[in-house]
């Protein structure tokens, strides 16, 4: 469910909270301080967990030895083994890109291809500490200076895609790769959460032609829509931390998926770079057509 709840709410002296599964006949709940809400416990689109009967994320790191604290998602969980292979993103994606493929329904999606592998490096490189972390450099920040430093670094680096972008379809080059992946689920929250409630507002995707373009194909390719949940994408971020939100209101915000749901023009970028590249081959040979004029006419 989006909304973090207190893991152990029997036990007084227990204070985490996190995420928990829905449950079909729980009760509406208030945030983690008592206050805001009623928030449901389940939606339709919100199953129990159907493997371990866990009540919470924090279940099943207990479950395999885990108590350390920090019972984050995404997991990528072995049913067979029951255990957690891997709690971090990045590594996440890579696995299902390459490990699942005897599973897949499209086993030839490859989304890591090996001319691009140094290419997507590179742009991971800036992007993930400016712009996907950097969104919460901003809204932790516990100090002016820390928040001016990133404030300014995201938005140097927001203007560095749009740059970026005008000139190549994708993030990496000419094709869809996982770090367009990475990418387009920090821009997809960015107007509607992080502008307002990690104050990086000074850009934003709306205002940003080449950016809500970009978006626009991303968000329109098949199965990445039905992916998106804007109002539990909303209400995880707005209702989850009563210390920034206390009474965990959710802003009405600018229907930014709506924005995604117009139609793109990102395929000129093909044409432009074909015909870039015909001009090119034209003026090299320029110089051999004019000499074998010149002594044509002589």
């Known amino acids: 469910m989006p909304v973090w709840q207190r893991t152990r709410p029997e036990d007084p002296d227990d204070t985490h909270c996190g995420w928990v599964f829905a449950d079909e006949d729980g009760e509406p709940f208030k945030n983690s301080i008592g206050l805001g809400g009623p928030f449901p416990s389940s ?59 005897d599973h897949a329904k499209f086993p030839e999606l490859d989304l890591e291809p090996e001319d691009l592998k140094d290419e997507m490096a590179e742009v991971d490189k800036w992007i993930y500490p400016t712009i996907n972390n ?21 938005t140097a680096s927001f203007d560095r895609l749009e740059e970026v972008l005008s000139t190549r379809r994708f993030i990496a080059g000419d094709q869809l790769t996982l770090s367009d992946i990475r990418l387009f689920v920090t ?38 829509a039905g992916t998106v949940n804007m109002r539990q994408i909303k209400e995880h971020y707005y209702c989850s931390h009563p210390d920034l939100n206390k009474w965990s209101i959710v802003p009405r915000g600018p229907d930014f998926e709506k924005m995604l749901q117009e139609p793109h023009n990102r395929d000129k970028l093909d044409f432009i770079k074909k015909r870039r590249i015909s001009q090119e081959a034209s003026v090299s040979l320029s110089p051999y057509t004019s000499s074998a004029s ?5």
């Open 43 to 101: 939606y339709p689109e919100n199953e129990p967990d159907p493997h371990l009967g866990a009540k919470s994320v924090r279940d099943i790191y207990e479950r395999v030895g885990d108590t350390a604290g920090k019972y984050t998602v995404p997991i990528l969980y072995d049913k067979k083994l029951k255990t957690i292979v891997s709690n971090e993103s990045s590594e996440i994606i890579r696995m299902l890109n390459s490990e699942f493929n």
């Open 187 to 224: 821009l997809l929250r960015f107007d509607e959460v992080y502008v307002v409630y990690f104050k990086t507002n000074t850009r934003s995707v709306a205002t940003s032609p080449t950016l809500l373009n970009y978006c626009r194909e991303i968000y329109n390719l098949p199965g990445v």
């Open 294 to 298: 010149t002594g044509s006419a002589g």
């Open 134 to 154: 950097g969104v919460y450099r901003c809204g932790f920040a516990k100090s002016q200076s820390a928040y001016n430093r990133a404030i300014d670094e995201l």
